[in-house]
C-alpha cells in the first residue's frame, strides 16, 4: 500500500488547491464582468441609454418585445438629395470609396452634435443612404406622462430646430473645405408614435407611427435649405419664439393636401452658432 503523505505536506497541498480553485474562479467572475461591461458599451451605442438599461443583466427571451408609447415626441428627417447625383462609381474616385468617405464624413459630424449638452434630447434614429433620422422627447419621463402634459413640455420641438439648424451649419462647412455646395432639406413634426426594438442578435431601436410618416413627407416634399412643418408644429413652435412662414396648401402623398410652414432659421442659427462656439 502506499503511504500517506505527512500531516503537513497534506495541508500545504489542500491550501495550494485552494489557492489556485480562488484564482481561477476570480479569473472567469472578472472575465464575466469584462464580456458584461463589453455588453452594455456595444448597447450603449445602438440603443438610447434609458432602453439599454431594459436590456443589461436581464435574460429577455427573443419573443420579449420592448415598447413604449409616447404621446409627444418630435420627429426629423434631414436628407441631402445631391448626394445621389454626386455619388459615381468611376477610377477618379476609386469606384465610389471617396463619396463614401465624404458622406461618412458627413454623418460623422451630425452624430458629434449629440455629444453637446444641449442636443442630449435629441436621439439619432437611423441613415437612410443619406438622410438623417432622428427624434426627440424619447426619454423615459414623458413616456408617462398624460397628453395635457404633453403639450404643455414641447421644448424638444425647438431642440429638435436648433439640431437641424446645427446640421446646416456642419453641412456649410464641410462644403467650405471639399468645394461642394451640399443643401440639407429637412422636415419636423410632432405627435404620437410608438417605439420599440426589433430583433435579438442585432438590435434595431425604431419608432413607428403617422407622425413617422408625416414628418418623412415634410422632408420628401420640402426645399433645399428650408425646415418645413405641419400646420401644428408650427403652432407650437411660435409659443417658443420661433417664427414660421406658410408655404400654403401642398399635396402630400396618402396625406391629401396639408397646409405647411417654413421655420425661419435666422434666429435659430445665431444661436446655435453661439453655442457651438462655446
Not at 469584462?34 to 438610447?48: F, G, K
Not at 420592448?66 to 418630435?74: A, K, T
Not at 458629434?112 to 432622428?134: D, N
Not at 453641412?171 to 417605439?195: Q, T, W, Y
Request: hydrophobic letters at 35%; charged letters at 25%; proline letters at 4%.
Amino acid at each position: 500500500m502506499p503511504s500517506l503523505p505527512p500531516p503537513r505536506l497534506k495541508n500545504e497541498y489542500s491550501c495550494r488547491l485552494d489557492f489556485l480553485w480562488k484564482r481561477k474562479f476570480r479569473q472567469e467572475r472578472e472575465k464575466i464582468e469584462t464580456m458584461e461591461n463589453l455588453n452594455r458599451v456595444l448597447l450603449e451605442n445602438v440603443l438610447p441609454a434609458h432602453v439599454a438599461v431594459q436590456f443589461i443583466g436581464q435574460h429577455r427571451k427573443n419573443e420579449d418585445l420592448y415598447h413604449q408609447s409616447y404621446d409627444c415626441v418630435c420627429v426629423m428627417f434631414a436628407s441631402i438629395p445631391d448626394f445621389k447625383e454626386f455619388y459615381s462609381e468611376s477610377d477618379v474616385n476609386r469606384e465610389g470609396l471617396e463619396c463614401l468617405r465624404l458622406l461618412n464624413e458627413i454623418i460623422a459630424d451630425f452624430d458629434e452634435l449629440l455629444s453637446k449638452p444641449k442636443f442630449s434630447g435629441v436621439e439619432k434614429i437611423k441613415t437612410i443612404g443619406s438622410t438623417y433620422m432622428a427624434a426627440s422627447g424619447l426619454n423615459a419621463a414623458l413616456g408617462q406622462e398624460g397628453p395635457q402634459d404633453a403639450e404643455r413640455n414641447c421644448t424638444h420641438i425647438g431642440v429638435m430646430v436648433e439640431f437641424a439648424v446645427a446640421m446646416m451649419g456642419k453641412l456649410d462647412f464641410i462644403n467650405k473645405h471639399s468645394f461642394n455646395n451640399f443643401k440639407l432639406r429637412i422636415g419636423i413634426n410632432h405627435g404620437p408614435v410608438v417605439a420599440g426594438v426589433i430583433g435579438a442578435q442585432k438590435p434595431q431601436y425604431d419608432i413607428w407611427g403617422n407622425s413617422v410618416n408625416v414628418a418623412s413627407r415634410m422632408d420628401s416634399t420640402g426645399v433645399l435649405g428650408r425646415i418645413q412643418v405641419t400646420e401644428e408644429t408650427s403652432a407650437v413652435l411660435c409659443r417658443l419664439g420661433y417664427t414660421c412662414h406658410s408655404r400654403g396648401a401642398i399635396t402630400v402623398k396618402g396625406k391629401g393636401e396639408l397646409c405647411t410652414y417654413f421655420v425661419s432659421t435666422d434666429l435659430a442659427r445665431s444661436s446655435s452658432q453661439a453655442n457651438m462656439l462655446n
